[in-house]
């Protein structure tokens, strides 16, 4: 028997071949195909790896900013403090001179607060309104203590009614002047105390 010219002994030998052939090719796709997922595999292992150290280099560059601002702070707080600690001391050196009886033995240059007072009014701000605007307030007394002081060492000492009335009014204002410092002082430390409570580990 026959088929296609071919007799059945050699149907049957090449179907064996083409089922041969099929195993084989089913088993070079399927090579071939974990061959390319093993590949996406590890490219996606890498992109992971890639944005693991993209973030971990990220939150390290984040910390650092923390870090950095908070010790710039740190540092702003330190420099109010001291201005302000400053700025009572020589107040209270101008008190004591504008008490004299007599007249006040006044130096060359008239200076009744810190040179950078100002900027640490600005710094203040940051931290507490309440503290820059004490300090503020002690800025303009301070300054109006200065004008009058000025008009006192112009004068003429042998003529009392020249400077009384100025040293007065130095005195006045050094004294509203100290006030307001001391009540920055106050919140300024209250504010740090509270700092202090809300860092400490619970």
Request: glycine fraction near 2%; aromatic fraction near 8%; avoid cysteine.
């Amino acid at each position: 028997m026959t088929v296609f010219g071919l007799t059945v002994n050699e149907v049957m030998a090449y179907a064996a071949i083409a089922n041969v052939v099929s195993v084989l090719l089913l088993a070079f796709l399927t090579t071939y195909y974990a061959w390319h997922a093993k590949r996406q595999a590890d490219a996606s292992h890498q992109e992971v790896a890639a944005s693991k150290r993209q973030a971990d280099i990220a939150q390290q560059t984040l910390d650092f900013l923390l870090r950095q601002t908070e010790q710039q702070r740190q540092i702003d707080l330190s420099a109010v403090s001291f201005n302000l600690e400053a700025a009572i001391h020589m107040v209270d050196q101008w008190q004591t001179r504008m008490r004299s009886d007599s007249y006040p033995q006044l130096p060359d240059v008239i200076e009744l607060r810190p040179t950078n007072f100002s900027s640490s009014i600005a710094n203040a701000e940051k931290f507490d309104s309440i503290v820059a605007g004490y300090m503020g307030a002690a800025l303009l007394y301070i300054s109006e203590a200065e004008t009058s002081i000025r008009v006192v060492r112009g004068a003429n000492p042998a003529l009392p009614q020249s400077w009384l009335a100025p040293r007065e009014k130095a005195a006045n204002a050094l004294g509203v002047a100290r006030f307001k410092l001391d009540s920055a002082r106050t919140h300024l430390r209250a504010f740090i105390e509270d700092e202090q409570h809300r860092t400490l580990p619970r």
